[in-house]
């Protein structure tokens, strides 16, 4: 059974540039959020995809959008990129059957360094 | 507004002592609470996860956490730590219930925790 996967695992961009970020979730899930850790922190909730629609956002700006595909895989994508969107993005999978008491899976995620 | 806070960044124990690190909670309404661990340069695993009924509640690799309402804590413990259980740890609190809230969990900055053998 495989479980969230991500690519790519590791990329360099430098400021103005945009990036796109791959999650396919954990097979049966049908949920997909996005998180953002930068170095030393705790992970921080950009977005949420459900049926391929937004249905929650963090506090983030519009630079960053996404997309949920008919097969449940999605995309993250920063526009305009500035050094302090350097961090690891991390993708989570989960079940909307599962309702507010299941647990979010995550994947390794992918580290974006902005130069 | 609803936070987490782990007042310790970081924990040293040594193998075979009991260990805890702490987490405590501000939301409204009931929480869901939710420990996950992370090893260096890897996604987030999850350990245990509170929802109602029994305030102790078991988890992997023989983690345990216990919650207690009136102190809003959720702290994380095990009884014999092992050099292998070095990792960062992560409580999180569901913020809203929802059917469409399964997505968002809110963090608090982590504890490292160090078992020196």
């Known amino acids: 059974d495989a479980g969230v996967t991500q690519s790519p695992t590791h990329l360099i961009k430098t400021r103005g540039q945009q990036v796109t970020l791959r999650c396919s979730p954990k097979?049966?899930?049908?949920?997909v959020s996005w998180y953002q850790q930068a170095l030393g922190q705790g992970p921080q909730f950009i977005f949420q995809y459900y049926e391929e629609e937004e249905r929650q956002r963090g506090n983030f700006p519009d630079r960053f959008s996404g997309h949920q595909f008919p097969n449940y895989s999605s995309e993250l994508n920063v526009n305009a990129l500035l050094l302090g969107d350097s961090a690891l993005y991390l993708c989570?999978?989960?079940?909307?059957?599962?309702?507010?008491?299941?647990?979010?899976?995550f994947g390794e995620g992918s580290r974006l360094t902005v130069l | 507004a609803q936070s987490v806070a782990q007042p310790e960044d970081q924990v040293n124990v040594a193998e075979g002592n009991p260990l805890t690190v702490k987490c405590t909670y501000s939301?409204?309404?009931?929480?869901?609470l939710f420990w996950y661990v992370q090893y260096p340069n890897r996604g987030l695993q999850f350990l245990l996860k509170y929802i109602t009924g029994d305030n102790l509640v078991k988890g992997s690799y023989g983690f345990e956490a216990e919650f207690n309402k009136s102190q809003t804590s959720f702290h994380l413990k095990k009884p014999s730590a092992l050099v292998s259980d070095s990792a960062l740890y992560f409580c999180a609190v569901r913020p809203i219930h929802g059917s469409s809230n399964t997505g968002k969990l809110i963090f608090g900055q982590g504890t490292t925790l160090q078992v020196k053998p």
């Open positions: 989570a999978s989960s079940f909307a059957r599962s309702g507010d008491t299941g647990e979010l899976f």
């Open positions: 097979s049966g899930h049908d949920t």
């Open positions: 939301v409204s309404g009931n929480p869901y």
